[in-house]
């Protein structure tokens, strides 16, 4: 996956949208980083991998997949105002269920929240990118997602979203 191009989508996203709203020169980490966390908690939602008290089974892969690159529109943000795009991202793998998995996406939000350091960006990315495969979803699959999403989000601002 190119991240520089995704990195270079976002900017152009959030440029816009910081203009449109007029939010330039404002600190918008935490806000985005509390979005991270809502969009997390609806891709979980969907994958209903923890609702033990029921019988009915996940959402169709296109809902999941869409929260998923939600969530990763949020992790670009966050790098591009951070000052964090010239990453390194490492190919990690774990033998965590998908509960697991969230949960440790979780705790490195909050670890990057209190401290926003380049390797725990890092280590968020990367087990981000380990739940995507989790869930079933390539690298290409996750890519041309977003550049649908990309366009939706753009469309909703040319709409006063």
């Not at 191009?5 to 509390?34: A, F, T, W």
């Not at 105002?81 to 990453?87: H, K, P, Q, R």
């Not at 690298?139 to 649908?148: D, G």
Request: net charge negative.
């Amino acid at each position: 996956m190119n991240i520089s191009e995704l990195y270079e989508m976002q900017r152009e996203l959030d440029n816009r949208i910081c203009k449109e709203h007029r939010l330039e020169g404002m600190n918008l980490v935490p806000s985005k980083i509390l979005a991270l966390q809502v969009e997390l908690g609806e891709l979980a939602n969907e994958t209903r991998c923890f609702k033990f008290w029921s019988g009915r089974g996940p959402s169709s892969e296109e809902v999941i997949l869409e929260e998923y690159v939600d969530c990763l529109h949020f992790i670009l943000s966050i790098g591009l105002e951070s000052g964090l795009t010239d990453i390194n991202l490492v190919r990690i793998d774990n033998d965590n269920n998908l509960i697991d998995q969230f949960q440790n996406i979780f705790t490195r939000i909050v670890a990057f929240q209190h401290e926003p350091t380049l390797d725990n960006y890092e280590m968020l990315f990367a087990h981000f990118l380990l739940l995507g495969g989790k869930l079933g979803f390539s690298e290409e699959k996750i890519y041309l997602a977003y550049l649908r999403k990309n366009r939706v989000n753009h469309q909703r601002q040319d709409e006063g979203y």
